[in-house]
């Protein structure tokens, strides 16, 4: 049976919203990663960067929006079509949080600046490279519609949780020990906090994908 090229076009669109919603983590990913690296060098060019380059993001998440609300408004489609189109719109909203959150730590680098660190960045950076990882395997389970790599993928939040642990009760010690460095550790508490927080949109984003693919409910955070 020939499609018609309005056809194609719609599917070709359809397409491009994982396209897009890639692109979309790539910069939420490198976000992260270069807003730790920034604190751990104290390196507020990149700090700024990091703040400056949060215009994308949230450009390319309202390119995604723009075009689900045209497929939503013009094709009006039906079941997993339709399931696609709510789910990528979702995933859009949580990256666009954890790149929020990446800026967050970034002012945090510029708010430390000239300071002595209060205590080794141990955990928290391999935090954030947990959540990278969770990321891109949540992004291949988007690109191949493969729900059960999304359920696995929120194992990784165990990883996250238990660092976060260890990097606050770390930072607390510091504190009850040494008074004086009450507000740098505060403003490092608020990194770990922010990071964890990213592992939970990542989870979301996996919830997403179950439901595009299955049309299944799940919390996996």
């Not at 979309?24 to 270069?34: F, G, M, N, R």
């Not at 807003?35 to 949060?54: F, G, P, Y």
């Not at 993001?57 to 309202?62: A, G, K, P, R």
């Not at 959540?131 to 929120?154: F, G, P, Y």
């Amino acid at each position: 049976m020939e499609i018609s090229p309005s056809r194609e076009k719609y599917h070709r669109q359809l397409d491009d919203l994982k396209v897009f919603t890639e692109n979309l983590a790539d910069q939420v990913s490198t976000a992260i990663e270069q807003s730790i690296t920034s604190l751990e060098e104290s390196n507020l060019d990149l700090a700024k960067d990091v703040i400056q380059r949060d215009q994308l993001v949230d450009e390319l998440n309202q390119k995604i929006e723009k075009r689900c609300t045209e497929l939503l408004v013009l094709q009006q489609p039906m079941a997993k079509d339709l399931r696609m189109i709510i789910g990528v719109l979702k995933i859009g909203i949580d990256l666009e949080r954890i790149g929020d959150l990446a800026v967050d730590v970034a002012r945090v680098t510029i708010q430390l600046r000239d300071k002595a660190r209060i205590a080794k960045l141990e955990y928290i950076p391999r935090m954030a490279d947990t959540a990278r990882k969770m990321l891109d395997q949540a992004m291949e389970a988007l690109k191949n519609d493969d729900a059960d790599l999304a359920r696995q993928t929120t194992k990784w939040d165990y990883e996250i949780d238990g660092l976060y642990v260890k990097a606050r009760d770390q930072l607390l010690k510091i504190v009850i020990e040494n008074p004086k460095f009450i507000d740098d550790a505060i403003s490092l508490l608020m990194v770990n906090r922010q990071i964890e927080r990213a592992g939970d949109h990542i989870c979301n984003i996996c919830e997403a994908i179950v439901y595009m693919v299955e049309a299944k409910r799940e919390h996996l955070n």
